[in-house]
């Protein structure tokens, strides 16, 4: 017992550490061990403080054993480890868990209270959600491309919280929808369940809070704001690139109200395991849920969503226009409702008849004469010619591994250099349906960082394809 009394809780700690990370990837041990901070040893009680109540519960269902052995190695067979959770006491409430009898392990944990939580304002005003209310789900024009995402979202927007879908990830390229679904899910749960308090905040708009709230010396009041919410919307979590402490604040609000079974919604212009610059337990967190991409709208979406607009604006548009328009503006809808908006400009302010001729002129700077848009059966080609295989093979059943990845090159490329949604791109390789696509396109990305050769082939035909769309 001598031998005890000499340590202190630093020195004990330490000692546990060191029998702990042998048996652990560096990267586990840097995400669950290293923000342990040891404070207090009183003859064999070991107390350590970690970052939340998640990551005590994380700690004793994945590395209990892992942990027992170290603790009894270090201080003996009698030893206990306690466990402080770290949450300013201004905003917390002590509440004393009953120790595990069998395991020699205790836990003090420090619990945020929600209910002490108020908005910023000091006084009592109706609770301001941001969201729009023109963004429901009745205002939402369904297609192939976002089919499922909606699907996910409505279902989310029922059960807040009680679902797997927690939290829910929507991402896809810019103008595609992902503000009007996430604020959709917002809309539906304030009028469904007006007890509830939603909030709906960008990336950006989150980070700007946070700062003001260091100048302010008011990060307490700030972090019990957003954890009393029920619901989380937070709009293009991309933007949180490099800013560290605004990282580690909103990684501590998503483990205290995923733990509380609040329900969190993100959105964000790539899959959480592509942001760069994001802690990789942040990443972590967001992939724990459900992750759905929304895709560009195919035409017949594309034509819907015109003449949605125009039935809410009680214009008549004929059908040729409609047409003309929905054909030459693919990539995103944000740019097809700016087209929509010049041509009643110019029909308005201009009194130019509503045709064709007047959608070539709104659409001139749109359309580019002198840029050819790449198919999928020149891709078919190229990927062919470059692999040296038939090019009917590409949309053969064949498993063939020559075959096979030669194809999902082809896939890769398709979506990403032609404007065909995944259901044409599926049909014009051999009618596969658009989740083979999807997964063929995940399948290449992943095979960057493990095979060079493939990426250089990869490089090689988008240069190809480049110049033949000059």
Not at 94 to 108: D, H, L
Not at 222 to 248: A, C, H, P, W
Not at 380 to 404: W, Y
Request: aromatic share 8%; glycine share 4%; with cysteine.
């Amino acid at each position: 017992m001598a031998l005890v009394s000499e340590k202190t809780a630093e020195s004990a700690w330490k000692e546990c550490l060191d029998l702990v990370r042998p048996h652990l990837k560096p990267l586990t041990f840097k995400t669950w061990f290293e923000p342990i901070i040891p404070t207090n040893l009183e003859g064999t009680l070991l107390t350590v403080e970690v970052p939340s109540t998640y990551f005590y519960e994380w700690l004793e269902e994945h590395y209990f054993d892992l942990l027992q052995k170290s603790i009894h190695s270090v201080l003996g067979a009698d030893a206990v480890l306690q466990y402080a959770v770290k949450v300013p006491r201004s905003e917390a409430a002590s509440v004393t868990m009953p120790e595990p009898s069998q395991a020699g392990f205790s836990a003090e944990l420090l619990r945020p209270d929600p209910t002490s939580a108020k908005p910023r304002s000091k006084h009592e005003e109706p609770f301001v959600t941001n969201l729009n209310p023109k963004f429901t789900f009745e205002s939402f024009i369904r297609g192939d491309g976002n089919q499922f995402a909606r699907a996910a979202a409505l279902n989310v927007s029922n059960n807040p919280g009680e679902t797997a879908f927690n939290p829910l990830v929507l991402y896809g390229g810019v103008g595609l929808g992902k503000t009007h679904l996430i604020q959709a899910i917002g809309n539906h749960v304030s009028r469904n369940n007006p007890g509830k308090r939603v909030y709906y905040v960008s990336s950006e708009k989150f980070t700007i809070d946070f700062v003001e709230a260091i100048e302010r010396n008011s990060t307490i009041e700030f972090s019990n704001f957003y954890r009393s919410m029920d619901v989380l919307i937070v709009d293009d979590i991309q933007f949180f690139s490099g800013k560290e402490r605004t990282q580690d604040t909103f990684f501590h609000t998503f483990n205290t109200l995923h733990q509380l079974k609040k329900q969190i919604i993100l959105s964000s212009d790539r899959p959480p395991r592509d942001l760069v610059g994001l802690d990789e337990r942040l990443i972590s967190r967001f992939q724990c849920g459900l992750t759905v991409d929304i895709q560009p709208p195919d035409l017949e979406t594309r034509i819907a969503i015109l003449r949605k607009k125009a039935e809410n604006d009680h214009i008549e548009i004929p059908q040729d226009v409609i047409e003309f328009i929905a054909s030459n503006v693919k990539s995103n809808i944000r740019e097809l409702e700016g087209c929509y908006i010049g041509l009643i400009a110019r029909h308005t302010l201009e009194q130019c008849p509503l045709d064709v001729s007047l959608a070539e002129k709104v659409l001139k700077n749109v359309i580019s004469s002198d840029k050819k848009d790449i198919t999928v059966e020149q891709i078919q080609k190229i990927v062919a010619d470059h692999f040296k295989i038939p090019e009917n093979s590409l949309r053969a059943k064949t498993r063939k591994q020559e075959i096979v990845v030669p194809r999902q090159i082809a896939m890769y490329l398709s979506k990403n250099l032609t404007r065909a949604s995944l259901k044409t791109i599926g049909l014009h390789f051999g009618g596969r349906d658009h989740s083979t696509i999807i997964h063929a396109c995940k399948t290449v990305e992943r095979s960057f960082a493990e095979d060079d050769s493939l990426r250089q082939h990869v490089e090689q035909l988008e240069k190809q394809i480049s110049y033949i769309s000059r």
